[in-house]
């Protein structure tokens, strides 16, 4: 299984066409830094879940992969 950090930075390089994304710096903040997922040009309108919502970000990620893919 990959670890939060690994699949952050694999998503952040694979959704850099929609514009700038942080990097996840902290994993215990990684709701904080899900939700430039939830608001960025391009994903909004697929309607991205929103981390807060979560408290396993493993069913979040899978969940967000699930509208982007």
């Given amino acids: 299984m990959i670890e939060l950090r690994d699949?952050?930075?694999q998503v952040v390089l694979d959704l850099d066409q929609?514009?700038?994304?942080m990097r996840l710096d902290d994993e215990a903040d990684w709701q904080t830094w899900g939700t430039q997922?939830?608001?960025?040009?391009?994903?909004?309108?697929?309607?991205?879940?929103?981390?807060?919502?979560f408290n396993d970000w493993r069913e979040w990620a899978s969940?967000?992969?699930g509208v982007i893919s």
Wanted: charged share 20%; proline share 15%.
């Fill in 37 to 53: 997922f939830v608001t960025i040009s391009g994903l909004s309108q697929k309607n991205p879940p929103d981390p807060r919502a």
């Fill in 18 to 21: 929609y514009g700038p994304l």
């Fill in 63 to 65: 969940r967000l992969c």
């Fill in 7 to 9: 699949w952050a930075d």
